[in-house]
T-cell receptor
Framework: DTGVSQDPRHKITKRGQNVTFRCDPI?????LYWYRQTLGQGPEFLTY????????KSRLLSDRFSAERPKGSFSTLEIQRTEQGDSAMYLC????????????FGSGTRLTVV | SQQGEEDPQALSIQEGENATMNCSYK?????LQWYRQNSGRGLVHLIL???NEREKHSGRLRVTLDTSKKSSSLLITASRAADTASYFC????WGGGSNYKLTFGKGTLLTVNP
């Protein structure tokens, strides 16, 4: 297992289109997180899964955003009717069970909405 | 919302010098973590310090934590050009329902000049 994989690395889409990103976590990690990062800022929490259950969603996650983690393995993040303000780096991270563990991040998907 | 605040926002030093970055946070925490991010890439976990620890070392990294002042510092000794990156502190807030969710600061951009 080589780490957390995200696909695609870059996505350019027109405003109003739907986009879907995929994240493959480290296989033995049961926790999976999505973050969004804009230029010059730190990552902002979007949502969190423990196994297949989505346990927390940020208020940043409007109803245009939906995330799934079927079977507790890979996860997808979909943005419907994209807006220019959605342009950002979308980061996925996973962590193993237990307290006091660090996250392993993927390289991110950079979304540009034109 | 971002809980951690790094200081300074940017730091430029010469190779071989030490670099110190500070982080302040607002709420009680379980642990505090430091991450590095190279331009346009994902974050890499550097070190984790628990709320009952005061100092921790890992290679050229030294982290301190002062829970009474709600602050932490990251010291990188004998810096190298390859240390050039953004450094983020992240807190795992104390209390039920945190779901081990990390809250990141805005980061310190470190430039090490050869």
């Amino acid at each position: 297992d080589t780490g957390v994989s995200q696909d695609p690395r870059h996505k350019i889409t027109k405003r109003g289109q739907n986009v879907t990103f995929r994240c493959d976590p480290i296989s033995e990690h049961n926790r999976l997180y999505w973050y969004r990062q804009t230029l010059g800022q730190g990552p902002e929490f979007l949502t969190y899964f423990q196994n297949e259950a989505q346990l927390e969603k940020s208020r940043l996650l409007s109803d245009r955003f939906s995330a799934e983690r079927p079977k507790g393995s890979f996860s997808t993040l979909e943005i419907q009717r994209t807006e220019q303000g959605d342009s950002a780096m979308y980061l996925c991270a996973s962590s193993s069970p237990g307290q006091g563990v660090g996250y392993t991040f993927g390289s991110g998907t950079r979304l540009t909405v034109v | 919302s971002q809980q951690g605040e790094e200081d300074p926002q940017a730091l430029s030093i010469q190779e071989g010098e030490n670099a110190t970055m500070n982080c302040s946070y607002k709420t009680s925490i379980n642990n505090l973590q430091w991450y590095r991010q190279n331009s346009g890439r994902g974050l890499v976990h550097l070190i984790l310090i628990r709320s009952n620890e005061r100092e921790k070392h890992s290679g050229r990294l030294r982290v301190t934590l002062d829970t009474s002042k709600k602050s932490s510092s990251l010291l990188i000794t004998a810096s190298r050009a390859a240390d050039t990156a953004s450094y983020f502190c992240a807190t795992d807030a104390w209390g039920g329902g945190s779901n081990y969710k990390l809250t990141f600061g805005k980061g310190t951009l470190l430039t090490v000049n050869p």
